[in-house]
């Protein structure tokens, strides 16, 4: 997610926001008292933090020419706070708090505010309205519940653009992979993802849990716009997707045991390391590297993992002759594979819209435009250069041009306008066509398209931030090829390790004979079509023995 700029702050606050307290019992003498205007005449607001709390909050060591600082507080001899030293590496500080007004006919009312304090020391105080709270909270959990039926999406479109004989395994994998993603995010992802403190400053750091107490209920530390248990939801939902990924192209061929533990360490902690780097505010966040909503961070990070898989377990039996050809293996069901796309689409609605972490209404609108926009000229670029390319329009090509479009413009759907996405979406299109056809010339077999999609068009997604839109500049373009690269190096190699110490210890692909038979049979003994398929089911058999 594209994070405030003073995110390195907030990240800090992760584990210490769900202890905030209303501090009604401060004495009057010790919190500074600040006067606001209402049409009813002067109104007072009184403000306080808990000691303990403002210690914690404003914790925080920076980086200044070379040199570490860390933050200091001062307190009288009565043990009441005098001066927060520093905040930001710009020298200002925010945290979220509570006010209590009372208004000119004596009433109170207690709210949510959010503090700051300049360089001068001048204290500023916005009064967060409950209703826009509420707002902005709900539509991030509508967005997390989109990024959810996702997961069914990506199920129906990679067992409908393979074999009969493996749906019941894919449909398996795909149920297992968000439930076994949102249980390891919870275990160590989050706090991988989001650091309070930094065990390599910027890269590395490892945490258990969801870095809060018994109090769940205070807004996010990283965004005051919601609660931090939304925060949560909404970025587990995104985890999982990196391994639904990998699960298409390593389809039909690897075993589901290794493939799920595979999914656990992936999700656990490869795929939250290099999301630490920019939305945890690390070292990419600092250079300047943009990925609104997860081009690389999620795409591409999961299509790296696809290709290595790939590579690893080799093709599927039968996928190219002897002399090179290829020998196409279509996909049993088009009208689901059809139907995950739309799913897949819609979900992306809440996927990119929920990454404006607001229901601000004109970046939420303008974000459902551009996203729409380069899915539907994704969709016409791969549809048309197939017809004129293989003389005949081609469904599976225009419907991965869908979601190469929806990949393409995913770093940047806050920054563009919609002709740009256009560009964007008809380059992505294309790019997803004839990546496919590469990959079958070097013999690199990617069942659904996986690798194209989300790692091809991924890459040209994040750089086209540096091309199109708002940012762009030759200076943001190598920011990022800068990030892309590193992250999808990094991948590289923790998948890679990943895959071979599974495959030494355990094993990873199916012996040729299930392959042969099917996975459906050889790992579940289940048919996913059993009045339509003239297959042995062992459990079957043996009750009507």
């Given at each position: 997610?594209?994070?405030?700029?003073?995110?390195?702050?907030?990240?800090?606050?992760?584990?210490?926001?769900?202890?905030?307290?209303?501090?009604?019992?401060?004495?009057?003498?010790?919190?500074?008292?600040?006067?606001?205007?209402?049409?009813?005449?002067?109104?007072?607001?009184?403000?306080?933090?808990?000691?303990?709390?403002?210690?914690?909050?404003?914790?925080?060591?920076?980086?200044?020419?070379?040199?570490?600082?860390?933050?200091?507080?001062?307190?009288?001899?009565?043990?009441?706070?005098?001066?927060?030293?520093?905040?930001?590496?710009?020298?200002?500080?925010?945290?979220?708090?509570?006010?209590?007004?009372?208004?000119?006919?004596?009433?109170?009312?207690?709210?949510?505010?959010?503090?700051?304090?300049?360089?001068?020391?001048?204290?500023?105080?916005?009064?967060?309205?409950?209703?826009?709270?509420?707002?902005?909270?709900?539509?991030?959990?509508?967005?997390?519940?989109?990024?959810?039926?996702?997961?069914?999406?990506?199920?129906?479109?990679?067992?409908?653009?393979?074999?009969?004989?493996?749906?019941?395994?894919?449909?398996?994998?795909?149920?297992?992979?968000?439930?076994?993603?949102?249980?390891?995010?919870?275990?160590?992802?989050?706090?991988?993802?989001?650091?309070?403190?930094?065990?390599?400053?910027?890269?590395?750091?490892?945490?258990?849990?969801?870095?809060?107490?018994?109090?769940?209920?205070?807004?996010?530390?990283?965004?005051?716009?919601?609660?931090?248990?939304?925060?949560?939801?909404?970025?587990?939902?995104?985890?999982?997707?990196?391994?639904?990924?990998?699960?298409?192209?390593?389809?039909?061929?690897?075993?589901?045991?290794?493939?799920?533990?595979?999914?656990?360490?992936?999700?656990?902690?490869?795929?939250?390391?290099?999301?630490?780097?920019?939305?945890?505010?690390?070292?990419?966040?600092?250079?300047?590297?943009?990925?609104?909503?997860?081009?690389?961070?999620?795409?591409?990070?999961?299509?790296?993992?696809?290709?290595?898989?790939?590579?690893?377990?080799?093709?599927?039996?039968?996928?190219?002759?002897?002399?090179?050809?290829?020998?196409?293996?279509?996909?049993?069901?088009?009208?689901?594979?059809?139907?995950?796309?739309?799913?897949?689409?819609?979900?992306?609605?809440?996927?990119?819209?929920?990454?404006?972490?607001?229901?601000?209404?004109?970046?939420?609108?303008?974000?459902?435009?551009?996203?729409?926009?380069?899915?539907?000229?994704?969709?016409?670029?791969?549809?048309?250069?197939?017809?004129?390319?293989?003389?005949?329009?081609?469904?599976?090509?225009?419907?991965?041009?869908?979601?190469?479009?929806?990949?393409?413009?995913?770093?940047?759907?806050?920054?563009?306008?919609?002709?740009?996405?256009?560009?964007?979406?008809?380059?992505a299109g294309a790019i997803v066509y004839f990546s496919v056809l590469a990959?079958?010339?070097?013999?690199?077999?990617?069942?659904?398209?996986?690798?194209?999609?989300?790692?091809?068009?991924?890459?040209?997604?994040?750089?086209?931030?540096?091309?199109?839109?708002?940012?762009?500049?030759?200076?943001?373009?190598?920011?990022?090829?800068?990030?892309?690269?590193?992250?999808?190096?990094?991948?590289?190699?923790?998948?890679?390790?990943?895959?071979?110490?599974?495959?030494?210890?355990?094993?990873?692909?199916?012996?040729?004979?299930?392959?042969?038979?099917?996975?459906?049979?050889?790992?579940?003994?289940?048919?996913?079509?059993?009045?339509?398929?003239?297959?042995?089911?062992?459990?079957?058999?043996?009750?009507?023995?």
């Open positions: 997610m594209h994070l405030h700029r003073f995110s390195a702050l907030w990240i800090c606050l992760v584990a210490l926001m769900g202890s905030m307290m209303i501090a009604d019992q401060a004495r009057a003498d010790e919190t500074p008292e600040l006067t606001m205007f209402t049409q009813s005449g002067e109104t007072s607001v009184t403000w306080s933090f808990d000691k303990a709390q403002l210690e914690a909050a404003f914790k925080i060591v920076i980086e200044s020419e070379g040199e570490t600082s860390a933050y200091a507080l001062t307190y009288d001899d009565d043990g009441d706070l005098e001066e927060v030293g520093i905040y930001y590496d710009d020298g200002t500080a925010k945290t979220i708090g509570y006010v209590t007004i009372t208004y000119a006919d004596g009433s109170e009312e207690t709210r949510k505010a959010i503090f700051s304090m300049e360089k001068d020391g001048e204290i500023e105080v916005e009064i967060l309205s409950w209703a826009t709270f509420v707002v902005d909270n709900l539509w991030i959990l509508i967005a997390a519940a989109l990024v959810f039926l996702m997961h069914l999406g990506f199920a129906t479109l990679e067992a409908g653009l393979t074999r009969s004989k493996e749906t019941v395994n894919i449909l398996f994998k795909n149920t297992m992979i968000p439930c076994i993603g949102l249980v390891m995010y919870a275990i160590c992802g989050w706090m991988i993802m989001y650091p309070g403190d930094w065990m390599i400053p910027g890269v590395f750091s490892f945490g258990l849990g969801l870095g809060y107490g018994e109090s769940a209920i205070d807004n996010s530390p990283i965004y005051e716009a919601y609660t931090l248990n939304a925060d949560f939801i909404f970025q587990g939902m995104f985890a999982a997707t990196a391994a639904t990924i990998v699960s298409g192209a390593v389809a039909g061929r690897i075993a589901l045991g290794p493939f799920l533990l595979f999914t656990a360490l992936f999700v656990g902690i490869s795929y939250p390391i290099t999301g630490s780097w920019q939305w945890g505010g690390g070292w990419l966040d600092e250079l300047g590297f943009v990925d609104f909503a997860g081009s690389t961070l999620v795409h591409a990070v999961g299509g790296t993992g696809a290709l290595v898989g790939a590579i690893i377990l080799g093709p599927r039996l039968g996928k190219y002759a002897s002399d090179g050809t290829v020998n196409p293996i279509p996909g049993h069901n088009l009208p689901l594979a059809t139907i995950g796309v739309f799913l897949l689409w819609l979900g992306w609605f809440g996927f990119n819209g929920g990454s404006v972490l607001s229901a601000d209404p004109a970046e939420v609108s303008l974000v459902f435009v551009t996203t729409g926009i380069a899915a539907a000229c994704g969709c016409i670029s791969a549809g048309i250069i197939s017809w004129i390319a293989g003389g005949k329009p081609d469904l599976t090509m225009a419907l991965n041009g869908v979601l190469g479009g929806l990949v393409g413009i995913t770093a940047g759907a806050d920054l563009m306008s919609w002709p740009e996405a256009a560009i964007i979406g008809i380059i990959l079958d010339k070097i013999k690199i077999d990617d069942p659904v398209g996986a690798i194209s999609v989300h790692l091809v068009a991924g890459i040209w997604g994040t750089l086209a931030v540096g091309i199109f839109g708002s940012e762009a500049s030759f200076a943001q373009l190598m920011n990022q090829i800068i990030g892309c690269f590193s992250i999808i190096i990094f991948t590289a190699i923790s998948a890679t390790i990943l895959f071979l110490v599974i495959k030494a210890v355990f094993g990873l692909r199916v012996s040729a004979e299930e392959e042969m038979e099917g996975l459906d049979l050889g790992e579940h003994d289940m048919s996913a079509y059993p009045d339509f398929q003239r297959v042995y089911i062992k459990s079957y058999h043996a009750r009507e023995m």
